[in-house]
C-alpha cells in the first residue's frame, strides 16, 4: 500500500519561509509527476507547482519567483521551498504522485501565514 506522508507546514509570518516535505511509502514504482496542491476555505483546490520525472517544472503564476519545487526521485520524496510568504498563500496543502497511471494523494499540511 501506498502512502504520502507530508510535513513542514505550520504558522510563519507574512515574508517568512517554509518548507514541505512529501515522502512516498510502500511499494511504488516508476513515479511520474509530483504536484503540490493547495487549497483555501471556501476556494478550490489549485496547482501550486509541479515537476515531471525528468524535472520539468511548472507554477501557478501567483507563486513564481517564490516557491521552488524539487525531488529526490532515491528517496521519493519530492519538496516544496516556499519563500516571501504571503497571507494568501495560507490553505491546506496537498502532494500529489502519479506512478503507473494511479494517483495518490497525501493527507495535506496545514500552512498559515499571518502576523
Known amino acids: 500500500q501506498v502512502r504520502l506522508v507530508e510535513s513542514g507546514g505550520g504558522l510563519v509570518q507574512p515574508g517568512g519561509a517554509l518548507r514541505l516535505s512529501c515522502v512516498a511509502s510502500?511499494?511504488?514504482?516508476?513515479?511520474?509527476?509530483m504536484t503540490w496542491y493547495r487549497q483555501a476555505p471556501g476556494k478550490e483546490r489549485e496547482l501550486v507547482a509541479t515537476?515531471?520525472?525528468?524535472?520539468?517544472?511548472n507554477y501557478v503564476d501567483s507563486v513564481k519567483g517564490r516557491f521552488t519545487i524539487y525531488r529526490d526521485n532515491a528517496a521519493k520524496a519530492v519538496y516544496l521551498q516556499m519563500n516571501s510568504l504571503k497571507a494568501e498563500d495560507t490553505a491546506i496543502y496537498y502532494c500529489?504522485?502519479?506512478?503507473?497511471?494511479?494517483?495518490?494523494w497525501g493527507q495535506g499540511t496545514q500552512v498559515t501565514v499571518s502576523s
Open positions: 510502500g511499494t511504488i514504482f516508476s513515479i511520474g509527476a
Open positions: 515537476i515531471s520525472s525528468g524535472g520539468s517544472t
Open positions: 500529489n504522485v502519479i506512478s503507473r497511471g494511479l494517483t495518490y
